[in-house]
């Protein structure tokens, strides 16, 4: 019953953006800590950005300049506004709903392919 649906993803060249969006159901989204995490092939999954409930944020070194998460709780919605992108942001892109005690949600994916 609870589902995390990505969206958003593509192709775009280097300099690009794109905006990611995850549309989650099944729970009271507002509670929940969203998290944005990518695989690029060969590599581990890893974070991306977090955004807790009230709204504070974190990122990525990599990221921390040209990547904005977000939330819409009304919409039950988290984004990702990726700015800038570079070829090593290629990556399947996962959006997760993190839990304390039990183990998390997370979305099927989206691929994000960067040019040069």
Same mark, same amino acid.
């Given at each position: *019953?609870?589902?995390?649906?990505? %969206?958003?993803?593509?192709w775009? *060249?280097?300099?690009? %953006?794109?905006?990611?969006?995850c549309?989650?159901s099944?729970? +009271? /989204?507002? +509670?929940?800590t ?9 590599? &581990?999954?890893?974070l ?18 040209? /990547?904005?998460? %977000?939330?819409?709780n #009304?919409k039950? #919605?988290? @984004? $990702? &506004?990726?700015?800038? $992108?570079k070829?090593?942001? #290629? ?9 304390? $005690? $039990?183990?998390? @949600?997370?979305? *099927?994916? #989206? &691929?994000?392919?960067? %040019?040069?």
């Amino acid at each position: *019953q609870v589902q995390l649906v990505e %969206s958003g993803g593509g192709w775009v *060249q280097a300099g690009g %953006s794109l905006r990611l969006s995850c549309a989650a159901s099944g729970m +009271i /989204f507002g +509670i929940y800590t969203m998290g944005w995490y990518r695989q690029a092939q060969g590599k &581990q999954r890893e974070l991306v950005a977090r955004i807790a409930n009230d709204g504070s944020a974190n990122y990525a070194d990599s990221v921390k300049d040209r /990547f904005t998460i %977000s939330r819409d709780n #009304t919409k039950n #919605t988290v @984004y $990702l &506004q990726m700015n800038n $992108l570079k070829p090593e942001d #290629t990556a399947v892109y996962y959006c997760k709903l993190e839990r304390r $005690l $039990l183990h998390p @949600y997370w979305g *099927q994916g #989206t &691929q994000v392919t960067v %040019s040069s």
